[in-house]
């Protein structure tokens, strides 16, 4: 025979494993207010927007590579201070708040290029021969909301303490950045490689489920790794091609 008490144990576990699904799910419906994705603001111009593309390992950056690039060349970047180029439905961002934000960026680009090339000042490339132009913009940002986030993580410990497991479920604000970047020769200012690209919080980072704009920042850590890695890719082609000539006389 099944006790009273056991019976009743068993239906306050089920009430709170139930409270914690509803509370998760009416929070998630707030989830497709946070999400990042591409943006098109003029920023990069439209001739070379046009001609941007996925690429096998990116499915989901539109990337632009000029064909006759010819990195091998260039030692130089100069970065032109990060700006802050808001897509209609972005929010308003506080000026102190732009200020850090694209200042991070910045900082980002400088770290990520500078393994490769010789960055200098904004402005101080003199005749610009051989140098790259480097603009950026952030196109989109959200902050994360740890008083959101925070419910979907209690509504999980809650369930398990009842005994009553649930899947994890993805914050609803984790925060995230979209941003537009042009590489372009300093002389000329043919873009050389354009990139369009956003990050949205992953579940896994904790911290930046609190920190409101954690997450953003990352965005323009992978944003500017991204730009990067198509020079990276260009040269090592380059050089391969120049070695296979060499051989070949």
């Known amino acids: 025979m099944i006790s009273t008490s056991s019976c009743g144990a068993g239906t306050r576990r089920l009430r709170l494993v139930a409270t914690s699904l509803i509370a998760c799910a009416a929070i998630a419906t707030l989830m497709g207010c946070a999400g990042q994705k591409l943006t098109r603001t003029g920023f990069i111009p439209p001739e070379t927007y046009a001609q941007m593309t996925p690429t096998k390992d990116h499915t989901d950056d539109l990337i632009y590579v000029n064909p006759n690039i010819d990195v091998v060349r260039y030692h130089t970047v100069m970065i032109e201070p990060v700006i802050w180029k808001p897509v209609a439905k972005a929010p308003k961002l506080p000026p102190k708040a732009e200020a850090r934000m694209t200042a991070a960026f910045q900082k980002e680009l400088g770290e990520a290029l500078g393994h490769d090339f010789r960055v200098l000042p904004a402005g101080d490339c003199g005749a ?111 050089l391969a091609a120049q070695a296979v000539a060499s051989a070949a006389n």
């Open 128 to 238: 610009c021969t051989d140098v790259i132009r480097v603009r950026a913009a952030i196109t989109n940002i959200r902050r994360s909301k740890w008083y959101y986030n925070a419910i979907p993580v209690v509504a999980g410990f809650a369930a398990g303490a009842a005994g009553g497991g649930m899947p994890p479920i993805p914050p609803p604000f984790p925060g995230g950045a979209s941003e537009e970047l042009v590489a372009a020769d300093g002389v000329t200012g043919e873009a050389l490689v354009a990139v369009a690209t956003y990050n949205n919080g992953m579940p896994w980072n904790p911290l930046g489920q609190w920190l409101p704009y954690a997450h953003a920042r990352r965005a323009f850590h992978l944003a500017s790794l991204l730009l990067d890695e198509q020079f990276k890719k260009e040269k090592k082609k380059e």
